[in-house]
């Protein structure tokens, strides 16, 4: 069964940066699509950044592209969301999750896929604020 826990998350001021973390265990990463989640009150949950652990590819939310950077460390079963440049609009609270490639890329795992979870963790809170 896989597991995925997040954190770095935190208050930070606009146009800061902080890095959150995805550690993996009971799996390992390669043979799945792993992407950052976010959701805010009231607000639908979107896809952030997704990465195809195979061939690598990844994709972004508009919203996000060239401010943000996912990227995995295999030797620690991690993933990372690098978020540079942060607005208050990307306050939320950002999940990781994981679906294996047979049923997930990293464009349908962001943009579709993750739509069919029902089941969330805790995620972490970024808060971007003044």
């Known amino acids: 069964q896989l597991h995925l826990v997040e954190s770095g998350g935190g208050l930070v001021q606009p146009g800061g940066s902080l890095r959150l973390s995805c550690a993996a265990s009971g799996f390992t990463l390669d043979g799945y699509a792993i992407g950052w989640f976010r959701q805010d009150p009231g607000k639908e949950r979107e896809g952030v950044a997704c990465?195809?652990?195979?061939?690598?590819?990844?994709y972004y939310a508009d919203s996000v592209k060239g401010r943000f950077t996912i990227s995995s460390d295999n030797a620690k079963n991690t993933v990372y969301l690098q978020m540079n440049s942060l607005k208050p609009e990307d306050t939320a609270v950002y999940y990781c999750?994981?679906?294996?490639?047979?049923?997930?890329?990293?464009?349908?795992?962001?943009?579709?896929?993750?739509?069919?979870?029902?089941?969330w963790g805790q995620g972490t809170l970024v808060t971007v604020s003044s």
């Open positions: 999750a994981a679906d294996l490639l047979i049923y997930s890329g990293s464009y349908y795992f962001c943009q579709i896929g993750y739509r069919y979870l029902e089941v």
């Open positions: 990465i195809n652990s195979r061939d690598g590819n990844t």
